[in-house]
């Protein structure tokens, strides 16, 4: 390794700050980094971002040398700015803090008590670290290659590195002491001592002339005020999941931020930093019982907030015109949805549904209101009939996606939790798996199982798509633009179509009404569809993959780049529609009002047309909403509320009499007790609005059938079997 010459190396950056420049459209030469010098005298500026592209087109062996070896060209930037920076000086900063007045009063001390033949400059012994006002940064090049967290390593140490990832903690600002001032108690010197890491050992006794020659060994006592602090945040990022690879924990890393690079993210943020990976080193007891392994962080130079449009544009740019040309062809919308979870059979609605879910509405956001785009959907069903396999597979194919299940998880779990740093003892916030999920999709299944205290924690997420905590000290409000897609199960474990929706379902109607769409699916024997089920499930177990389809499957990687382009669309509904909205939204209030057993329909269900529509139109890569794509929408939505209904209708199910509702009463009195006093009987019936003579009639009814016996005296009722 041929070594480097880092006064040669000096010469060439100073240089470089002084003379770069760029010509912009007039052919006037723009002198890039002086001019921020000149900021930087001034005070107009704090942050000096060194760009190596820039570097690069200078020199392009010093921005290969300041790559591999970053913290020595950062500390070899900050020392050349430092001494060409009184030369930008143009007048004098009117703004000054209280380092700068403790700095002049140093200065003009010393110039009292300096001897007359002495010539020295007083700034000579104050430390460079100490008079800087400014910070030197590092941006990776844009032609670097974005690492995975997993992919940092051994030979990446003092180098600079660019990964991106999702927030998952983040520390409250600390001032973090950067140059310490020490006073003297025998001869009033002061001393001064630069800190480079994260602990250091603080200076006793004094070094001054004075004391060495008295030697009166003075005490060193530090002075706050005189010291220089700077800001530090600790932030944790995770790897996303499209990076984890299958069976694998994702791994994490540790962010040191300083001076303006803190207070850039909030948990759930996707971010790609810049920063150089460093060793951390442990001192004291930690360092005899680490040994020889080490911790390691990413000190940020550089962090940029991910946004998903843009980064979906990337992504959407690598889409083909052949590939385009292949999926827009006729009935694209069809071919789309089949090739959702292909290997499971039927659900066509379903999947287009799922598809919909994907793709999303458009936000609305203006004065203040804020609509939700994203969709909902709630998959309810039998046991067996692959509503895991559709969450599972659409957990795969969304860029940004976290899988949970309702027993498994708690309130805080799924929105956000308040620990304790074991570093500082400090509070701190960490994300729950839908802030991680945040402009991406939650799969919860076993929705059914959840908690209803943990289950009403993601009500304010479905609806205004944020997340407020108000715990220990700690009040906030988290991003968490999720669309949910729950998979449950009905209240008895298979639907039964004996009762109510109400009854299978047992989900609270505030709740219900935050799914755009509820969908039933049931298995029901059937001859035909049960041949073709079974042929098409051996084929599957036998071939590892799904039977040949008359449509041609896309391939996951082309789904997730259709997706993406479709989500750079923002379609609008124009006027012409209004009417045949309102009449369509308002033909679902009257049936809803006309039928018993249907499923509880508000406004919300309007907005869900709206934002199936928009999504619609943005699969078709269209600007503006047709009729076609209303259409579609309501036909989804009653697809899904007839998937509730069907079943009562096939099998002319009649709404239960007043005997067998005072029955189902009394069975619910008595829950595992054989006997039911008649009294209690009697209040329970009149309360519910029911007559005594009606409740007599049922007790009469039923004892005839031998379902229960009533003693003599009419005052008690004992059931004969269990039922």
């Known amino acids: 390794m041929v070594r480097r010459d880092y006064e040669k190396d000096s010469d060439t950056i100073k240089n470089f700050i002084q003379e770069f420049y760029k010509e912009d459209s007039k052919g006037n030469k723009i002198f890039k980094y002086a001019e921020q010098l000149t900021k930087l005298a001034h005070r107009e500026q704090v942050s000096l971002y060194i760009e190596l592209d820039d570097i690069n087109d200078y020199d392009e062996d010093l921005g290969t040398a300041i790559v591999n070896n970053t913290k020595r060209y950062s500390n070899l930037f900050s020392d050349i700015i430092y001494n060409i920076l009184p030369e930008y000086v143009q007048h004098e900063v009117r703004a000054k803090d209280a380092l700068d007045v403790f700095i002049e009063h140093r200065l003009m001390m010393e110039q009292r008590l300096r001897r007359p033949n002495e010539h020295k400059d007083s700034k000579n012994k104050f430390p460079p670290e100490l008079m800087r006002r400014y910070e030197v940064y590092f941006k990776d090049s844009s032609l670097c290659k974005i690492l995975p967290i997993r992919e940092v390593k051994a030979e990446n140490i003092g180098k600079l590195v660019t990964v991106r990832g999702i927030v998952t903690r983040s520390t409250e600002v600390k001032p973090l002491l950067s140059v310490a001032t020490y006073t003297c108690d025998q001869c009033g010197a002061e001393t001064y001592q630069p800190i480079a890491s994260m602990s250091f ?148 609605d379903v999947k287009k549904a799922l598809l919909l879910l994907l793709v999303g509405g458009v936000d609305k956001n203006s004065d203040g209101m804020k609509i939700r785009g994203n969709i909902n959907i709630c998959l309810m069903g039998d046991p067996g009939v692959a509503k895991s396999q559709l969450l599972n597979y659409i957990y795969r194919l969304a860029s940004r996606s976290q899988y949970t299940t309702g027993r498994g998880s708690s309130g805080v779990g799924l929105t956000a939790a308040v620990m304790k740093d074991p570093l500082t003892g400090e509070m701190m916030l960490e994300g729950g798996a839908l802030v991680l999920a945040d402009q991406g999709v939650c799969c919860i299944d076993e929705f059914d199982k959840m908690a209803d205290s943990d289950r009403t924690a993601i009500h304010e997420v479905m609806e205004q798509q944020t997340i407020s905590i108000a715990k220990a000290g700690i009040m906030t409000t988290l991003n968490a633009r999720v669309s949910i897609l729950a998979a449950a199960n009905p209240a008895y474990g298979r639907y039964n179509p004996k009762r109510t929706v109400e009854q299978n379902i047992q989900l609270p109607a505030a709740l219900l009404s935050r799914f755009d769409l509820l969908w039933l699916i049931q298995d029901k024997a059937n001859r035909e569809n049960d041949f073709k089920l079974a042929e098409h499930i051996t084929y599957v177990h036998q071939h590892s993959k799904q039977p040949p389809l008359q449509i041609e499957v896309l391939d996951m990687t082309v789904m997730r780049k259709y997706i993406a382009l479709c989500k750079l669309k923002r379609p609008s509904i124009p006027a012409s529609l209004t009417d045949f909205i309102v009449d369509a939204y308002v033909s679902l209030r009257k049936e809803a009002r006309n039928s018993k057993d249907m499923t509880f329909t508000s406004a919300r269900n309007l907005l869900g047309i709206l934002r199936l529509s928009t999504a619609l139109a943005r699969l078709r890569l269209a600007n503006i909403v047709e009729k076609d794509d209303v259409k579609e929408a309501i036909r989804l939505m009653e697809m899904s509320k007839d998937s509730l209904n069907q079943t009562l209708e096939h099998r002319g199910f009649k709404p239960p009499s007043i005997n067998e509702k005072i029955f189902s009463i009394i069975r619910e009195l008595a829950g595992d007790e054989k006997t039911v006093r008649y009294e209690d009987i009697l209040a329970k019936c009149t309360s519910k609005g029911y007559n005594p003579h009606a409740v007599d009639d049922c007790i009469e009814e039923y004892e005839e059938l031998n379902i229960w016996h009533v003693n003599q005296s009419k005052t008690k009722i004992t059931f004969a079997l269990n039922i």
């Open 201 to 348: 050992m603080p200076v006793d006794m004094c070094p001054s002339e004075d004391c060495k020659v008295n030697k009166s060994g003075g005490r060193l006592y530090l002075q706050t005020r005189g010291s220089k602090f700077i800001k530090f945040q600790e932030l944790k990022i995770q790897e996303h999941s499209d990076q984890v690879p299958v069976g694998h924990i994702p791994r994490s890393l540790t962010l040191y931020c300083r001076g303006e690079n803190t207070r850039q993210t909030l948990p759930g943020d996707h971010v790609a930093v810049t920063g150089i990976f460093l060793p951390l080193s442990r001192t004291g007891f930690r360092q005899i019982m680490g040994g020889l392994v080490s911790e390691t962080y990413l000190e940020a130079h550089y962090i940029v907030s991910l946004n998903k449009a843009a980064q979906d544009e990337n992504d959407s740019n690598l889409l083909t015109p052949e590939e385009l040309k292949a999926i827009t062809q006729d009935d694209f919308y069809t071919k789309l949805a089949t090739s959702l979870a292909p290997e499971i059979y039927g659900h066509n």
